[in-house]
């Protein structure tokens, strides 16, 4: 089965360093909770929201061994009043796990965006 993952963050400016130290962040987190390997990885979709440019967060799975893994990034829908600074990824994984087992992580400023699941947060 292939089943995604969802996780989402913020980050504090818009520079590489922030950017990439915030998606290794979500990406080790996301992977944690699930108790996934990058084996299991099929592909992953990254996506910032307009005020985040300076690099593209796939940068940081490529440093972490994702080297197989087909990776894209895109920019977010530009919504007015839409969460600013906003880094989103979709995992999709190849998981033995009921779609109803799977943790999606939310992580720093982007917990407000799905309040009913950070409980799961592990």
Known sequence: MT???RGATTVEVNSAEA???ATEELLTAMMKANDLDEESVASAFFTVTQDLNAEFPALAARRMGWD?????????M??????PM???I????NTEQARSEIRHVYLRGARVLRPDIE????
């Open 19 to 21: 950017i990439l130290q």
């Open 90 to 93: 979709l995992i999709h994984v």
């Open 78 to 83: 530009n919504k007015p009043g839409a969460l």
């Open 3 to 5: 089943r995604g993952v």
């Open 68 to 76: 197989d893994v087909a990776l894209l990034c895109g920019h977010e």
């Open 119 to 122: 409980s799961q947060i592990r």
């Open 86 to 88: 906003c880094l989103r």
